[in-house]
């Protein structure tokens, strides 16, 4: 059983930075690739970016390509994302996931969710 904490979300101009936090309990958080996904409103969530076990390899949506960056930090048992130039098309909930398998843009791949963390970027 793994529980899953964001933090770190709030109000930010367009341009600006933010950086989300998860929090993770148990101690297998090393075993299990972790996700970011988003949901903006009237739409489906989707995938954000996605870190393997070690953390040696990453994943991220077009969209945030070049602006996100997923990292983690298995002795804290946590979990972030760096957000930058932000849009407000990036104004949404944001959820971390936490994955038994592999690091995947695939929800239904993900075991354990956050309550999500709300991101919202004004123009």
């Known amino acids: 059983q793994v529980q899953l904490v964001e933090s770190g979300g709030g109000l930010v101009q367009a341009g600006g930075s933010l950086r989300l936090s998860c929090a993770a309990s148990g101690r297998t958080f090393s075993r299990y690739a972790m996700g970011w996904f988003r949901r903006a409103p009237g739409k489906e969530r989707d995938f954000v970016a996605a870190i393997n076990q070690s953390g040696s390899s990453t994943y991220y949506a077009d969209s945030v390509k070049g602006r996100f960056t997923i990292s983690r930090d298995n002795a804290k048992t946590a979990v972030y994302l760096q957000m930058g130039s932000l849009k407000p098309e990036d104004t949404a909930v944001y959820y971390c996931?936490?994955?038994?398998?592999?690091?995947?843009?695939?929800?239904?791949?993900?075991?354990?969710w956050g309550q999500g963390t709300q991101v919202t970027v004004s123009s």
């Open positions: 996931a936490a994955s038994s398998a592999i690091a995947t843009m695939t929800i239904g791949k993900y075991d354990y």
